[in-house]
């Protein structure tokens, strides 16, 4: 008996149902596994500092640039006249924001802070000549004579000085918001009512901290770096200078702190096979996942980057990462949104007490942006 082969149309057919099935499922896995950020609490949106008396003050609401950027743009889709070119921001009030992401870091927060602090006002205090190698503090001039901030709603008439710290305790459960106040009521000056602490109910992770923090910096740059004082704080001139090089004219711009240079070196070299195995992996997969610009950046980790204060519009909003791959998304948004972004060789030493787990955060970061690149490819992330 002869065997009946299958029409040719049908076996297309087949074959169709059977490509657009596995499509799609692979769309609900991914819509799935892609994180979601929870909407931040209303109490985690407030802030505690010390009072000019030395006493805790009573919890106050932050400012947050972010909110009133989501309503205007909400309004302007809904009357019809909304613009991506057209992102705009409130001017900045302080020259330098510093976010500090803090969870259980009551032990080497306040080496960090001493550094940090001690610059800070150094350089950006209200009393302190500025040095032109660390960047300009005046405020940049257009064509018309006018301040030029990015699309900043109003425009200062003179330069912008001061600073603020911004520690974000991530669900901490030692002391370390009580460390992080102590230090501030230590300085007994009027820069104490600069640092402020705000604390995450439920701890985030890293790339949660810092995103939350950078919603509500008043500065016309926004630095982060991490809590054990592990990047040179005294490099951050070297950022500024950068990204005011770089900058576009619209004002945005990113520098990237990088420890690069430092391959080769002993910090590097002593570390052990695994480690250094997982890290060179790493670059490799990064280089592989991410578009041209992104993949470029030979330290994407460094926790220790840059943002003008026009750039956070494009940036910030859209962020979804909370984990240690959040770096990664911060420059992939950048990149697509056209901000220049410059890498910039910092100091850097290791410091004990680090949080990562080698092996399994390694492979936990690799499975991490593979989502987010499929995530952000295949439409389950979107700026719109």
């Known amino acids: 008996m002869a065997s009946q082969s299958i029409p ?41 500092c010390i009072e000019p008396d030395g006493s805790v ?6 400012p947050c640039w972010q909110d009133n950027f989501v309503g205007a743009k909400t309004a302007a889709q809904k009357n019809g006249n909304f613009s991506s070119d057209r992102l705009g921001i409130e001017a900045a009030e302080v020259f330098m ?36 190698e660390n960047g300009s503090i005046k405020t940049r001039m257009n064509s018309h004579g006018g301040a030029s901030n990015g699309h900043a709603t109003h425009r200062p008439s003179k330069p912008i000085r001061e600073w603020e710290v911004l520690i974000v305790s991530d669900g901490s459960t030692d002391k370390t918001m009580e460390t992080a106040l102590n230090f501030a009521k230590d300085l007994g000056t009027k820069s104490s009512a600069s640092i402020r602490v705000v604390t995450l109910q439920e701890n985030r992770g890293k790339g949660g901290a810092v995103t939350h923090g950078l919603r509500h910096v008043r500065g016309k740059y926004a630095v982060f770096a991490d ?39 002993d910090e590097v070299v002593k570390r052990s096979f695994l480690r250094n195995f997982l890290m060179h992996s790493f ?4 280089r592989l996942l991410t578009p ?32 240690w791959i959040f770096d990664v998304e911060m ?31 390694s492979l936990g970061m690799a499975w991490s942006l593979a989502v987010l690149r499929a995530a952000w490819t295949f439409g389950v992330y979107r700026r719109s």
């Open 227 to 265: 809590a054990d004082g592990a990047s040179r704080f005294t490099d951050l001139g070297k950022l500024v200078k950068a990204c005011e090089e770089v900058a576009d004219g619209e004002g945005r711009g990113v520098a990237v702190g990088s420890r690069a240079h430092l391959v080769g070196s």
């Open 283 to 286: 670059h490799l997969f990064l």
């Open 331 to 361: 420059l992939m948004l950048a990149e697509s949104a056209g901000i220049p972004v410059i890498e910039v060789p910092v100091g850097w030493k290791e410091v004990k007490g680090s949080k990562l787990n080698v092996l399994w955060d």
């Open 57 to 62: 003050s009573p919890t106050q609401q932050l």
């Open 97 to 132: 924001s510093l976010v500090v992401p803090a969870y259980n870091e009551e032990d080497r927060l306040g080496m960090m802070l001493t550094e940090a602090v001690e610059y800070l006002e150094q350089e950006y205090g209200a009393s302190q000549p500025r040095t032109s």
């Open 8 to 48: 040719l149309p049908l076996l297309f057919l087949i074959f169709g149902s059977t490509f657009i099935g596995i499509c799609v499922l692979s769309f609900l896995i991914l819509f799935i596994v892609a994180p979601i950020p929870r909407p931040p609490t209303k109490a985690e949106k407030s802030f505690k």
């Open 292 to 323: 041209p610009a992104t993949a470029a950046i030979r330290d994407t980790q460094c926790g220790f980057k840059l943002f003008s204060r026009p750039s956070l519009p494009y940036i910030i909003p859209y962020m979804h990462s909370e984990g």
